[in-house]
Nanobody
Framework: QVQLVESGGGLVQAGGSLRLSCVAS????????MAWFRQGSGKEREFVAG?????????FDGDSVKGRFTFSRDNAKNTVDLQMNDLKPEETAVYYC?????????????????WGQGAQVAVSS
């Protein structure tokens, strides 16, 4: 089992920036998949960004966040960060860090057994 602890959420104005961090402990490996998801009020949980740890690079959810969000991973420290720039009000959500030993689809939240408690991000207009 993996324990995940997120930090860095908060309230920001539209166009502002926030950085989320997630520290993993337990059975986490450099080859584990790690990702960020978000869930807005009344919405389904959606993939934001992640990597499968197998050298296939970083995936983002389409073009909606590409160029504004940066995903970084430090396997030595078992951390993943999400730098979010130019935030939009519709991106207000609880952001979750997730981990799995192996996934078939990086973007499918059902494949992740381990989740953090979530970090609230609120973007005002």
């Amino acid at each position: 089992q993996v324990q995940l602890v997120e930090s860095g959420g908060g309230l920001v104005q539209a166009g502002g920036s926030l950085r989320l961090s997630c520290v993993a402990s337990g059975h986490i490996f450099s080859s584990s998949a790690m990702a960020w998801f978000r869930q807005g009020s009344g919405k389904e949980r959606e993939f934001v960004a992640g990597s499968n740890g197998c050298g296939d690079g970083i995936s983002f959810d389409g073009d909606s966040v590409k160029g504004r969000f940066t995903f970084s991973r430090d396997n030595a420290k078992n951390t993943v960060d999400l730098q979010m720039n130019d935030l939009k009000p519709e991106e207000t959500a609880v952001y979750y860090c997730a981990a799995a030993v192996r996934v078939v689809s990086l973007m499918d939240f059902n494949e992740y057994p381990d989740w953090g408690q979530g970090a609230q991000v609120a973007v005002s207009s």
